[in-house]
Each structure stands twice: as structure tokens, then as C-alpha cells.
């Protein structure tokens, strides 16, 4: 299955598709049964690797 990452504007990254998401660690983030993620691109979310739509608040603009 392809799986499709958008950069939303002033937003995270969207990936659409059945993905494996580790953090720093290297530990595997439960992603099952979600057919789509969004992670952060702000930097500011408090559910990072994950978007919790705090971008809003800090007015973040992407390059």
C-alpha cells in the first residue's frame, strides 16, 4: 500500500496509510488501526511526534 504524506499550510504532516513512527528512542509508537496520523511541524504540541492543533495557537507559518 502507498502511503501519502501532505504538509498541510501552517499545519502538520498528514500521512495517509499504514506507517511504523518511532521516537528518539528508537521505541515503536502505537500507530494501529490509525489510517491517518498527523505530526506536528510547529514543535509545540504537547503529544509530540503527534499534532495536537497547537500550531493554531502560536500562529506558526511555515517556510
Same mark, same amino acid.
Not at 4 to 14: C, E, H, T
Not at 19 to 43: F, H, N, Q
Given at each position: 500500500?502507498?502511503?501519502?504524506?501532505?504538509?498541510?499550510?501552517?499545519? !502538520?504532516?498528514?500521512?495517509?496509510?499504514? @506507517?511504523?513512527?518511532?521516537?528518539?528512542s528508537?521505541?515503536?509508537?502505537? /500507530?494501529?488501526? $490509525? !489510517?491517518?496520523?498527523?505530526?506536528?511541524? @510547529?514543535?509545540?504540541?504537547s503529544?509530540?511526534?503527534?499534532?495536537?492543533? /497547537?500550531?493554531? $495557537?502560536?500562529?506558526?507559518?511555515?517556510t
Amino acid at each position: 500500500m502507498t502511503v501519502k504524506i501532505s504538509a498541510r499550510p501552517n499545519g !502538520p504532516y498528514l500521512i495517509e496509510g499504514e @506507517c511504523e513512527v518511532y521516537d528518539p528512542s528508537g521505541k515503536k509508537l502505537d /500507530t494501529t488501526g $490509525k !489510517p491517518k496520523i498527523a505530526l506536528c511541524r @510547529c514543535g509545540h504540541s504537547s503529544t509530540k511526534p503527534f499534532c495536537d492543533g /497547537t500550531h493554531n $495557537k502560536v500562529g506558526f507559518q511555515a517556510t
